[in-house]
Nanobody, 128 residues
């Protein structure tokens, strides 16, 4: 049974940092697209970052480029999202998701409905 469990969310002040973790079980993260999405209250879910775990190739949406870094740890079957220089507009529920198909990974950032598995999310709150 595939499971994704996020952790690491919390409340920090603007300019601070957080590192989110996504622990996968029931499958190996190798050769998959693993992504982070977020959803703020009253807004649609939006893609944040994606990694193709076979090559460690990454892609980011414009609003996090230079601030967020997605990475993988194959030994622990875990994907991370390092978030620096956080802003109040980064406040959202952050979700980890996995894709097992053949799409080019960056395309998934604009297509959350294509993801195959989702975690339950971890809340990130940034105060000004």
């Amino acid at each position: 049974q595939v499971q994704l469990v996020e952790s690491g969310g919390g409340s920090v002040q603007a300019g601070g940092s957080l590192r989110l973790s996504c622990a996968a079980s029931g499958y190996t993260i190798r050769s998959k697209c693993m992504a982070w999405f977020r959803q703020a209250p009253g807004k649609e879910r939006e893609g944040v970052a994606v990694i193709y775990t076979s090559s460690s190739s990454t892609s980011y949406t414009d609003f996090v480029k230079g601030r967020f870094t997605i990475s993988q740890d194959n030994a622990n079957n875990t994907v991370y999202l390092q978030m620096n220089s956080l802003k109040p507009e980064d406040t959202a529920m952050y979700y980890c998701a996995a894709y097992f198909g053949d799409w080019w990974c960056p395309l998934l950032l604009g297509n959350p409905d294509a993801m195959d598995y989702w975690g339950k999310g971890t809340l990130v709150t940034i105060s000004s």
